[in-house]
T-cell receptor, first 115, second 116 residues
Framework: AQSVAQPEDQVNVAEGNPLTVKCTYS??????LFWYVQYPNRGLQFLLK??????LVKGSYGFEAEFNKSQTSFHLKKPSALVSDSALYFC?????????????FGKGTKLSVIP | GAVVSQHPSRVICKSGTSVKIECRSL??????MFWYRQFPKQSLMLMAT?????????EQGVEKDKFLINHASLTLSTLTVTSAHPEDSSFYIC????????????FGQGTRLTVV
């Protein structure tokens, strides 16, 4: 079974400071990892994904994430936070060997960027 | 990125009535569509997976007779909440995907259902 943990319910960061939103995963094989962002009363927007290759993945809106196999982590980062980055962030995993296209989501992390 | 349109964005209905939510992939053919339910301040709970032309696969604990899912074409899936009750009030989100396992899923904007 696959699972995702987002250990922080909320992350607060000052505008202009770097931000990190943590994610760890558990799958039986090699994972496909995704980050999504959700604004209030909206669906999820895709930010970035790791499938294979370079461990550092760059995505939309200046976000990036680093895949760390030994630590089974896929933390989301941004060098300089904007107030408009305030939203709910979800990490998700898919096990390509499981024969299913389902995504398993973490519980989400609310990011608040303080002006 | 690909666009998924979900309609309506908000609906209020009376207890005992049925509500239909539509999910359309606008610029791609979706081989698989997913329906989620999201409770306040919680993650997404997968309700069912549907493939075009076949019956939906429901997750454990989801009543298939209450949440009817139809995936009649490669661009349209519908979720009908039958005989709605206040406890069905929630945020429902669809997603659609195509291609191999490494392809991301694209999400609709969600539907806020309130049953009064």
């Amino acid at each position: 079974a696959q699972s995702v943990a987002q250990p922080e319910d909320q992350v607060n960061v000052a505008e202009g400071n770097p931000l990190t939103v943590k994610c760890t995963y558990s799958v039986s094989g090699n994972p496909y990892l995704f980050w999504y962002v959700q604004y209030p009363n909206r669906g999820l927007q895709f930010l970035l994904k790791y499938i294979t290759g370079d461990n550092l993945v760059k995505g939309s809106y200046g976000f990036e994430a680093e895949f760390n196999k030994s630590q089974t982590s896929f933390h989301l980062k941004k060098p300089s936070a904007l107030v408009s980055d305030s939203a709910l962030y979800f990490c998700a995993v898919r096990d390509p060997g499981a024969g299913s296209y389902q995504l398993t989501f973490g519980k989400g992390t609310k990011l608040s960027v303080i002006p | 990125g690909a666009v998924v349109s979900q309609h309506p964005s908000r609906v209020i209905c009376k207890s005992g009535t049925s509500v239909k939510i539509e999910c359309r992939s606008l610029d791609f053919q979706a081989t698989t569509m997913f329906w989620y339910r999201q409770f306040p301040k919680q993650s997404l709970m997968l309700m069912a997976t549907s493939n075009e032309g076949s019956k939906a696969t429901y997750e454990q604990g989801v009543e298939k007779d209450k949440f009817l899912i139809n995936h009649a074409s490669l661009t349209l899936s519908t979720l009908t909440v039958t005989s709605a009750h206040p406890e069905d009030s929630s945020f429902y989100i669809c997603s659609a995907r195509f291609g191999g396992a490494g392809t991301e899923a694209f999400f609709g904007q969600g539907t806020r259902l309130t049953v009064v």
